[in-house]
């Protein structure tokens, strides 16, 4: 009794949610999404899932980890392991059911076994559904229907600050000022890939020159509504090709997610 009543106040909860992450119909974006639930400086859970007319399509864990380690390499301990099967079933569990059955993660000893004298209480559910909720704030990390892109609620006039962030750190921190709906000013805090940090680099060696079609992702987006990030899923449309690398190729999901992670965050200041 008490699991249904809490059930259904989490469905109103969600019906009542802003759609700035979903799309016109009220329906997320069919598409694949990436969230991340970090603590003490740890990326504990990194999820990636795709949704399909609003429903979990698949589910896949780019990262468990906590103090006592890596859970996901081949040497895990044996209660690492069982750990993972615990998360795995939780994943599964959500296959085929829309984002409200996110809220049922909340019980997780309904739906996960006690594995090899691990109970379910050592593995943090309310982890993964916030990793999973920070995916569907950010938005689509790629569209698969561009036909139903995420529609672009009015946001604060103010300036704000997101980023993107992997097991090795921040890759993208970006600062941005919207008014009127539209963005004013974004520059890039943080622009850094495998040791490169391409805010630094020299403009004439290749990873100065891939950081020139970043920094014209989002000099595209200048005096333009909020719902032109939606634009940057096509960068080969945007950003010029260098050497080796085509603007087509480029990690504009990574500007899209920290864009739409500042944006969820409201405004850092009102200016």
């Given at each position: 009794?008490?699991?249904?009543?809490?059930?259904?106040?989490?469905?109103?909860?969600?019906?009542?949610?802003?759609?700035?992450?979903?799309?016109?119909?009220?329906?997320?974006?069919?598409?694949?999404?990436?969230?991340?639930?970090?603590?003490?400086?740890?990326?504990?859970?990194?999820?990636?899932?795709?949704?399909?007319?609003?429903?979990?399509?698949?589910?896949?864990?780019?990262?468990?980890?906590?103090?006592?380690?890596?859970?996901?390499?081949?040497?895990?301990?044996?209660?690492?392991?069982?750990?993972?099967?615990?998360?795995?079933?939780?994943?599964?569990?959500?296959?085929?059911?829309?984002?409200?059955?996110?809220?049922?993660?909340?019980?997780?000893y309904e739906i996960v076994d006690d594995v090899d004298a691990v109970t379910t209480a050592t593995m943090q559910s309310s982890k993964l559904i916030s990793a999973l909720w920070d995916g569907l704030n950010r938005h689509p990390y790629k569209l698969v229907d561009t036909a139903k892109l995420p529609k672009a609620e009015p946001y604060e006039d103010g300036?704000?600050?997101?980023?993107?962030?992997?097991?090795?750190?921040?890759?993208?921190?970006?600062?941005?000022?919207?008014?009127?709906?539209?963005?004013?000013?974004?520059?890039?805090?943080?622009?850094?890939?495998?040791?490169?940090?391409?805010?630094?680099?020299?403009?004439?060696?290749?990873?100065?020159?891939?950081?020139?079609?970043?920094?014209?992702?989002?000099?595209?987006?200048?005096?333009?509504?909020?719902?032109?990030?939606?634009?940057?899923?096509?960068?080969?449309?945007?950003?010029?090709?260098?050497?080796?690398?085509?603007?087509?190729?480029?990690?504009?999901?990574?500007?899209?997610?920290?864009?739409?992670?500042?944006?969820?965050?409201?405004?850092?200041?009102?200016?």
């Amino acid at each position: 009794m008490i699991k249904a009543f809490a059930g259904r106040m989490v469905l109103l909860f969600l019906l009542l949610l802003p759609l700035g992450a979903a799309g016109e119909d009220g329906v997320y974006s069919d598409g694949i999404y990436r969230g991340f639930y970090y603590d003490g400086g740890i990326e504990q859970i990194a999820v990636q899932f795709e949704l399909r007319d609003g429903v979990f399509d698949s589910i896949v864990y780019r990262g468990i980890k906590y103090k006592d380690g890596d859970y996901m390499i081949e040497d895990a301990s044996d209660a690492q392991k069982a750990i993972v099967r615990q998360y795995d079933q939780l994943a599964d569990y959500l296959l085929g059911k829309g984002v409200e059955a996110i809220g049922d993660l909340y019980y997780p000893y309904e739906i996960v076994d006690d594995v090899d004298a691990v109970t379910t209480a050592t593995m943090q559910s309310s982890k993964l559904i916030s990793a999973l909720w920070d995916g569907l704030n950010r938005h689509p990390y790629k569209l698969v229907d561009t036909a139903k892109l995420p529609k672009a609620e009015p946001y604060e006039d103010g300036t704000y600050r997101g980023s993107y962030m992997e097991s090795h750190g921040e890759e993208i921190g970006i600062e941005f000022t919207i008014k009127d709906n539209c963005f004013t000013e974004i520059s890039y805090r943080t622009l850094w890939y495998k040791r490169n940090d391409y805010l630094t680099a020299d403009p004439e060696e290749p990873i100065g020159r891939i950081a020139g079609q970043f920094q014209a992702l989002i000099d595209y987006l200048i005096g333009k509504p909020i719902s032109s990030v939606n634009d940057l899923y096509r960068p080969g449309e945007i950003a010029p090709d260098v050497d080796g690398f085509s603007g087509a190729t480029l990690r504009a999901p990574k500007v899209i997610s920290a864009i739409w992670d500042g944006l969820g965050r409201h405004a850092y200041r009102i200016d």
